[in-house]
């Protein structure tokens, strides 16, 4: 029934949300997997160049060091669109900023795949830091336009369908990464560069749906069009409803610019949002999931999993992750964001401990891999099942119209510099930590899942004056009295114009 609600009078949405995420978040996936696949013939080129050029043979530690820069390239690139995203979406909008993203995306293909014959890694590092950037800003506009463009009941789904395509991008990476695919030795150019098909898809689809209606009122002033694509949007005559919402949150922010990141950590009536944000999207990457995709190899051979056999497991960790985004959308709009949150941290606790004791016992015991490898399928399966999707819903429930674009760019960068953070010191936590290589992260889950039950209100089905509420008895927990919306005559004075207007 809910699927069959979604496909009837919402095509179009759904449409929308498909070609703006294959040229977006599914290119975050994309780019996380297909690096593990061509790891050693990378590293055999990185070699093979600074023996040509200054007849140098590296040490296998300096080639990792090289290896580590060319895969944490990616998140600068990410900081970096980040952002940008925020500038990009207030002078763009939110559809134009996702189709002019792809130019980082074309160049970064054509460095890609130039970089064999031009006999040069440092155009591998280049177009590596250009993808981050496309992903950076596509993981920050995608889900604000999915959440802006959305009804309130179909809100979470429409936003968590980010994280579904992302997952997907992953499984498709692992898959094309295949050696029977383009992960022979011969083809990682092709593959690096394989990326480009995505976004050439986005760039044909695109251009045939609406802007985001939010940003059209809100942003630009611009009534009629906002009407036409809620009406191209729903499939039917516009809710007076929805409109009223819009229009309320257009009246309390009437005349205020858009807010810059520094404003944002000094307003104190949005301080506990704004730290909700940031320790969610931190705690998303210093998990370690994602890091996982980068070093897969390395974690799976800890695991004790046979080298012909990895690459065939590494499938099954986005198949997890995919499976669970899946379940997690289909439960968002009726178990709430906090529960899915708190639930997805504990279980990756779990796992992890789980995890670690394994490893301990894994010479003693003959299926001890085996149990290894459910761990890590199980910690990714968690992962997917809250923190992946609930987090890119935040910025966009909790803040307003003026204030989205800057909560998502601080969102965005402490993700990204954390990522950067990661993936800099995975490998050597691998090695140094051993058996114990998960604790840390399991730490950071246990915190995470503290901290969402203590101070994060739920959003589900609630409009942002409501939410808003919420949050303003932790901002203003000393002061009397609530928070009062304000504007209300202007409120009702646009609720007029645009019931004339309809």
Not at 33 to 51: D, G, R, V
Not at 171 to 177: H, R
Request: aromatic share 12%.
């Amino acid at each position: 029934r809910y699927l069959q609600t979604c496909l009837g009078s919402h095509l179009t949405l759904v449409l929308m949300v498909a070609s703006a995420a294959v040229g977006g978040t599914l290119q975050y996936g994309y780019n996380l997997a297909i690096m593990n696949a061509s790891t050693a013939f990378i590293q055999t080129f990185i070699n093979e160049t600074f023996l040509e050029r200054w007849d140098i043979q590296l040490e296998d530690y300096q080639v990792t060091v090289v290896w580590t820069i060319i895969v944490s390239i990616f998140s600068l690139g990410g900081f970096t669109g980040a952002l940008i995203a925020g500038p990009m979406t207030i002078h763009y909008g939110r559809k134009k900023c996702l189709l002019l993203n792809n130019l980082f995306l074309m160049s970064a293909a054509v460095l890609a795949l130039t970089s064999r014959a031009a006999k040069s890694f440092e155009m591998i590092i280049l177009s590596r830091f250009l993808t981050g950037i496309n992903a950076g800003i596509s993981m920050n506009v995608q889900p604000m336009y999915f959440g802006e463009s959305a009804p309130k009941r179909f809100r979470g789904a429409a936003s968590l369908s980010s994280a579904v395509f992302t997952a997907f991008g992953v499984v498709l990476g692992q898959v094309v990464g295949l050696r029977e695919v383009l992960g022979g030795e011969s083809c990682w150019q092709y593959l690096l560069a394989s990326n480009a098909i995505p976004g050439f898809i986005q760039l044909l689809t695109l251009p045939w749906f609406p802007e985001s209606p939010r940003y059209l009122l809100i942003d630009r002033g611009d009534e009629k069009a906002c009407i036409d694509a809620l009406r191209r949007l729903r499939g039917c005559e516009v809710q007076s409803s929805e409109l009223d919402e819009i229009l309320q949150e257009q009246a309390e922010i009437r005349g205020m610019k858009p807010s810059r990141p520094w404003e944002l950590l000094s307003d104190r009536s949005v301080r506990w949002q704004l730290i909700s944000v940031i320790v969610i999207s931190s705690a998303m990457q210093l998990c370690g999931n994602d890091s996982i995709y980068f070093y897969a190899s390395y974690v799976f051979k800890e695991a004790g999993i046979s080298e012909d056999q990895i690459q065939y497991a590494t499938i099954g960790t986005g198949t997890c992750e995919l499976t669970a985004t899946i379940m997690c959308n289909l439960l968002i709009e009726r178990k709430g964001r906090r529960f899915m949150l708190m639930g997805g941290f504990i279980l990756m606790t779990v796992w992890a401990v789980i995890f670690t004791v394994a490893l301990s016992f894994q010479s003693s015991f003959s299926w001890m891999p085996y149990l290894n490898m459910t761990c890590i399928f199980s910690y990714i399966l968690s992962f997917g099942m809250g923190p992946a999707g609930v987090t890119g819903i935040l910025p966009t429930e909790i803040f307003k119209q003026t204030a989205r674009p800057a909560a998502y760019m601080i969102a965005g960068s402490m993700m990204w510099l954390n990522l950067f953070f990661v993936g800099m010191i995975f490998p050597f936590i691998m090695s140094g930590l051993s058996e114990f290589c998960l604790v840390p992260f399991g730490a950071t889950c246990l915190s995470s899942a503290l901290f969402v039950g203590f101070f994060l209100p739920e959003t589900k089905g609630k409009s942002l004056s409501a939410i808003t509420r919420e949050f303003q008895k932790l901002n203003f927990r000393d002061a009397d009295g609530g928070f009062q919306p304000q504007h209300q005559s202007q409120s009702y004075q646009g609720k007029e114009c645009l019931s004339t207007a309809l």
